[in-house]
């Protein structure tokens, strides 16, 4: 009873966040990471192992359900499908491969195929390379359903959400659940049972990649975009976090993790810039000073609407590019005295100019990286619209307001 309270309050209190000051679009993205966790953790939680793959699920389900969508004008309910169905088939085969190993070989096996994926989702063009699927169509779910509009994108991923949670929970107190349980406790026991472990690994790995590809396809289509990140392992890492924070063996505690970091992740960080006290930032939209990002999230909004607006590297200052660090000789400097890591320098060689920061001092060896400061942030902004109006022919023309 006490339990089921429990479950009631959280799902009252995801119901009646978007009327309290959560915004929509961040609600969204919590839920598609509490399902990717809950995916994540019906696997861990109930058969102990750690999956370092599943980063490869949730981003080929979002690049399949982007890509269904732009290029083959799927429906929303059948670009979700189409997410789930790629989902179950990665993991039968990564399945398949993988859990005739436990522990650490486990982990690292499916680390090992997900850097697989990762690099085939860098050079198949259709991923959009480190530039990533933008501009992905909500559309009408069913034909009737307008997803354009943030709330109900919101409560449509939470409905989904729910029935997920309530699949996995009929799964794990199911006799196959025991089952699993059982397995995880004591396997060479299990199998003087009778039961064949290897068959109930395969199935269960296969339901937990089959709902994270429905988690990533939701996140491609509610946020609007799939990049390279949601593929990389490292977002595996971040669902085993999440499991982790809420609490390892209970359904609801990978909720709660995702919550709890997504909600981190959103809220604390360094403060890069700021027009509070100051004038309002005035820009012609399609000019190239704007970084995408923005210029996506107010294309259709209106005057005083308010935004909290999540951007990618990919549609921001672009990733971090390991080949922009290089170590040049101390002479190139002559004349700096008191040469410091942290200063900046304008080059001249090549058709453009070119910023460059001093990130290391060896001897006779400066490293400087030309990547931009915030390459490959995530960045967060909290946005107003104060005003809207047609840009005159001399703006468009030099890509600027003109006051």
């Given at each position: 009873?006490?339990r089921?309270?429990?479950?009631?309050?959280?799902?009252?209190?995801?119901?009646?966040?978007?009327?309290?000051?959560?915004?929509?679009?961040?609600?969204?993205?919590?839920?598609?990471?509490?399902?990717?966790?809950?995916?994540?953790?019906?696997?861990?939680?109930?058969?102990?192992?750690?999956?370092?793959?599943?980063?490869?699920?949730?981003?080929?389900?979002?690049?399949?359900?982007?890509y269904?969508?732009?290029?083959?004008?799927?429906?929303?309910?059948?670009?979700?499908l189409?997410?789930?169905?790629?989902?179950?088939?990665?993991?039968?085969?990564?399945?398949?491969?993988?859990?005739?190993?436990?522990?650490?070989?486990?982990?690292?096996?499916?680390?090992?195929?997900?850097?697989?994926?990762?690099?085939?989702?860098?050079?198949?063009?259709h991923?959009?390379?480190?530039?990533?699927?933008?501009?992905?169509?909500?559309?009408?779910?069913?034909?009737?359903?307008?997803?354009?509009?943030?709330?109900?994108?919101?409560?449509?991923?939470?409905?989904?959400?729910?029935?997920?949670?309530?699949?996995?929970?009929?799964?794990?107190?199911?006799?196959?659940?025991?089952?699993?349980?059982?397995?995880?406790?004591?396997?060479?026991?299990?199998?003087?049972?009778?039961?064949h472990?290897?068959?109930?690994?395969?199935?269960?790995?296969?339901?937990?990649?089959?709902?994270t590809?429905?988690?990533?396809?939701?996140?491609?289509?509610?946020?609007?975009?799939?990049?390279?990140?949601?593929?990389?392992?490292?977002?595996?890492?971040?669902?085993?976090?999440?499991?982790?924070?809420?609490g390892?063996?209970?359904?609801?505690?990978?909720?709660?993790?995702?919550?709890?970091?997504?909600?981190?992740?959103?809220?604390?960080?360094?403060?890069?810039?700021?027009?509070?006290?100051?004038?309002?930032?005035?820009?012609?939209?399609?000019?190239?000073?704007?970084?995408e990002?923005?210029?996506?999230?107010?294309?259709?909004?209106?005057?005083?609407?308010?935004?909290?607006?999540?951007?990618?590297?990919?549609?921001?200052?672009?990733?971090?590019?390991?080949?922009?660090?290089?170590?040049?000789?101390?002479?190139?400097?002559?004349?700096?005295?008191?040469?410091?890591?942290?200063?900046?320098?304008?080059?001249?060689t090549?058709?453009?100019?070119?910023?460059?920061q001093?990130?290391?001092?060896?001897?006779?060896?400066?490293?400087?990286?030309?990547?931009?400061?915030?390459?490959?942030?995530?960045?967060?902004?909290?946005?107003?619209?104060?005003?809207?109006?047609?840009?005159?022919?001399?703006?468009?023309?030099?890509?600027?307001?003109?006051f």
């Amino acid at each position: 009873m006490t339990r089921l309270m429990c479950y009631g309050f959280l799902l009252l209190a995801l119901v009646a966040a978007p009327w309290m000051g959560l915004y929509p679009v961040l609600g969204t993205k919590i839920l598609c990471y509490a399902l990717f966790a809950c995916a994540f953790h019906l696997l861990l939680g109930y058969t102990g192992l750690a999956s370092l793959g599943h980063a490869a699920f949730l981003g080929v389900g979002g690049y399949v359900a982007g890509y269904g969508i732009k290029a083959w004008a799927l429906s929303p309910e059948l670009a979700l499908l189409a997410g789930l169905s790629v989902g179950a088939l990665m993991g039968l085969v990564m399945g398949y491969v993988s859990i005739r190993r436990s522990g650490i070989y486990f982990t690292m096996i499916t680390l090992a195929l997900a850097q697989l994926v990762y690099f085939l989702c860098v050079q198949i063009p259709h991923t959009g390379g480190e530039d990533g699927l933008q501009g992905i169509d909500r559309g009408m779910l069913f034909g009737f359903i307008d997803l354009h509009n943030d709330r109900v994108m919101y409560y449509t991923t939470l409905t989904i959400g729910v029935a997920a949670f309530l699949f996995i929970a009929r799964v794990v107190r199911s006799p196959f659940g025991q089952a699993l349980t059982a397995i995880k406790d004591n396997e060479p026991r299990a199998v003087s049972l009778g039961y064949h472990p290897d068959r109930y690994k395969l199935l269960v790995f296969t339901l937990s990649a089959a709902l994270t590809g429905l988690a990533g396809a939701l996140k491609a289509i509610g946020l609007g975009f799939v990049t390279l990140s949601d593929v990389h392992w490292m977002t595996s890492g971040h669902a085993l976090l999440m499991t982790l924070v809420g609490g390892l063996g209970t359904l609801s505690g990978p909720v709660v993790g995702a919550v709890v970091l997504v909600t981190l992740e959103n809220k604390i960080g360094e403060l890069v810039d700021t027009s509070e006290g100051s004038e309002p930032l005035h820009f012609v939209y399609g000019s190239p000073e704007i970084i995408e990002g923005i210029q996506q999230a107010v294309k259709d909004r209106n005057v005083g609407d308010c935004l909290e607006v999540t951007v990618p590297p990919a549609m921001a200052y672009g990733e971090h590019k390991p080949e922009l660090v290089r170590k040049v000789p101390r002479s190139l400097f002559e004349g700096i005295e008191n040469l410091q890591i942290g200063m900046k320098f304008q080059t001249n060689t090549g058709d453009e100019a070119q910023i460059v920061q001093v990130v290391g001092i060896d001897g006779n060896l400066v490293k400087v990286d030309a990547n931009h400061p915030l390459a490959g942030f995530t960045l967060y902004f909290d946005l107003e619209i104060v005003g809207r109006r047609e840009a005159t022919e001399d703006e468009v023309a030099q890509g600027r307001p003109l006051f």
